[in-house]
């Protein structure tokens, strides 16, 4: 269900709705060096690799302290340096290493975290002051545990803030009784009261969230529960789990204002060319439409390679990427020899995804995605994936590359943010074997099984937890439920650049539907309450719409007329692979999405208060294409 670049500007046209041409949008972007590829090992868990946080026990939680601050890491030999980032550091070991620490709790076990901020006071990337909030310090920080059941303090959303230097933002409120008194220190309580699941956190200050996850101050929350203990007791799931963390990143060739070569390289400028005329001068550094790196990451280095045996695994996929869309495959290499063996033969699939869990824990059932069909694997940033791989029939000494060839920006696409070897429309040559090369993300040596055979058991995965609102795949609504209308917008701001908005159907500024984040909350359920969210797109994009504190079903997704906000075409359910709980749902063009959500509020062991900002458990709901957030595709949730 594609839709063309054709219809979009048909649909554009007929609605007088403004679309940019999106293969116009990307502007200076620079290239990093021709980087070998697949000549670093891809790293797992522990000291070796990406480190795990190491928890004290303390009223009887699990009590972890970090520090966040600025270090540096050589991601792929070949860079000249190594590269500045910004990351989270287990404070008893003070050891920095890229996407760490991960953090492994226990459903039913709270998690008391406690952060200092130690950021340097000027920020390793352009920072755009005309964004709200971006003109306060560049070393604020707010932890927000993405796909978390938190109360509304440990929430980390974008105004509760800490900087370095002790300041909080507006609703910043610190949990109380954590043991930590350091200066630029604030507590987070996580009563982990969710089934098993694939959780991450990440910053979300407001100005500069896209910045800082994309600076590296980001990691993965796995949580574990005892019906997946069983499922991995039997053998119906691997034991052999293998996080994979996907970011696109650019490396600066050559020094500049904010870094020497080797450094990350993010965006200062705006491009003219697609400026609405009329508007004030721009800012620099500006903001841009949407990130798109030119070389991949996985686990936090350069084109990683890494030796499997035959075997099943189970492969635990994150899109940490800023804006950049991921469709995922396994190809066998051209060849064994380089540069052969980093190279895709895409007429010759590797082995099939069973897909059994999402961001919200296990599916119903797994779902099988062979990648011939229109079975693929697509995650739009945030969006994990719970595969279960066998790579047992896979001849010993194969070669396999882990491909991605999602449009950037998603659907429709823009072939100079598609960099890969042969590609005629990109001005950049990749040359087989280096990057750039945004398509060729892993790669995989199959060797022979050492040890005993795999277990075997049914894969019977347990009822989804909690249980459905509405039975999965049913597009029909029960009755009763209130229903809100909701909107995702673009338009321009005052310098005429692009701005993407959450809205609802009541028109407020120039008669669009758009609000900013920071107008007065619309979306203020009470607790407990069940709601149906009808969001309409109006937009040329798919946007990966997350919500804080809740999970929700998808129920359909349905065509309209774009004027009249009136449905055109009968509903669809989602995809098998989107049967479970979700809290990042693709909101395709031209498309009504149709979620339902029950707004229930976790327990904590000292009162909540209510937020001095906004009144209420304040949360919100945003798109997770970073850039889209910030420039201001978000909205209060206020829980009342
Ligand atoms: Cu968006």
Redesign the pocket.
Known sequence: MKTTRRECLKLAAATGVSTMFPWQRVYAQAQSPALKKFIQRLPGLGPAGIPVASATSYLGADSYHLVAGEYTQQLHPQLPHPTRLWGYADATTGVHRHLGPVIVAERGRPVRLSVTNTLPPVHLLPVDVSLPGAELAPNRMAVHLHGGHVPWVSDGGPFSWFGADGTYGPSAVSAPDMGVALPGTFNYYYPNDQSARLMWYHDHAIGITRLNAYAGLASAYVLRDLAEATLIASGAIPSNEIPLVIQDKIFKKTADQWGQAGDLWYPSEYNPDDVQPGGLPLPFPSCVPEFFGDTMLVNGLVFPTARLEQRKYRLRILNACNARFCTLRLFYAQGTEFPANTEPDTRHPGPPFIQIGTEGGFLPGPVLLDGRTDATLLLAPAERADLIVDFSDVPAGSILILYNDAAAPFPMGDPETDYYTGARTNPTVSQPGFGPDTRTLLQIVVGPRVGAKDPHAPLKLPPLDPAPLVPPGVTALPPGIPVRDLTLNEDFDQFGRLI?RLGTTEPLYDGTFARNYGDAPTETPRAGAIEVWRIFNLTG?T??IHFHLVNVQIVSRQAFHIRRLRFTGPPRPPDPNEFGWKETVRMNPGECTTVIVKFDLPAAPFAVPASPRTGGHEYVWH?H?LE?EEHD?MRPLIVI
Do not use: E, G, S
Request: aromatic letters at 0%; one cysteine or more; charged letters at 10%.
């Open positions: 993407q994009d946007h990966p798109c294409i889209h595709m």
